[in-house]
């Protein structure tokens, strides 16, 4: 799987306090298929199809990146991102 970095998105990793930077397409993916915990809503189902976009070169990894960054924090995971 093509990585397709991006600046890294800081998420809440586990309930013990451990972070995770996620810091591509293919790392967000992964992230969100093996280990969210609030799937189904629209804002995880939009970043999931910005990852596939993105694996298939259909939308911009700052678009995808994005789309994670905001379903994350719907999930209540988000902590920070590294600027643009």
Same mark, same amino acid.
């Given at each position: ?27 967000? @993916? /992964? ?13 995880? %189902? =939009? $970043? &999931?199809? #910005?990852?596939?976009? @993105? /694996? ?13 960054? %905001? =379903? $994350? &924090?719907? #999930? ?9």
């Amino acid at each position: 799987m093509s990585k397709l970095p991006f600046p890294y998105v800081t998420i809440a990793a586990d309930e013990a306090g451990n972070t995770k930077n996620i810091a591509s397409v293919g790392e967000a @993916a /992964l992230w969100l298929i093996e280990h969210w915990s609030q799937k189904g809503s629209d804002k995880f %189902e =939009a $970043a &999931k199809r #910005a990852c596939l976009d @993105a /694996l298939d070169g259909k939308m911009t990894c700052t678009d995808c990146r994005e789309a994670f960054i %905001e =379903a $994350a &924090k719907e #999930a209540g995971i988000y902590i920070t991102h590294q600027r643009l």
